[in-house]
């Protein structure tokens, strides 16, 4: 099993940054591709980033120049930057490891990003 645990979600005006951190324990080589999920009320949960092992990134679009993903191996930690924040960015944004095609194997419970205009 792995438990995933991510902090930093809060309120912020239009513009504004964020950074989201996720702590991850258990079984460690099930961590090789991390990434961040969104859902907006009433929307399907939508990949956001990922990051493998290697440091190799991927980025939806929609975040893509305004959102940067790390991680800390040895801290077993990653986290989402976030910059230029929309209001259309407002979302529970949920760490997951093992993501694969689209989804994952392990879910944080969640962090909620307020963006106000």
């Known amino acids: 099993q792995v438990q995933l645990v991510e902090s930093g979600g809060g309120l912020v005006q239009a513009g504004g940054s964020l950074r989201l951190s996720c702590a991850a324990s258990?079984?460690?080589?099930?961590?090789?591709?991390m990434g961040w999920f969104r859902q907006a009320p009433g929307k399907e949960r939508e990949l956001v980033s990922t990051?493998?092992?290697?440091?190799?990134?991927y980025y939806a679009d929609i975040v893509k120049g305004r959102f940067t993903i790390s991680r800390d191996n040895f801290k077993n930690a990653v986290y989402l930057q976030m910059a230029s924040l929309k209001p259309e960015d407002t979302a529970v944004y949920f760490c997951?490891?093992?993501?694969?095609?689209?989804?994952?194997?392990?879910w944080g419970q969640g962090t909620q990003v307020t963006v106000s205009s």
């Open positions: 258990g079984r460690t080589f099930s961590m090789n591709n």
């Open positions: 997951a490891a093992d993501v694969r095609r689209g989804t994952a194997s392990y």
């Open positions: 990051i493998d092992w290697s440091g190799i990134t």
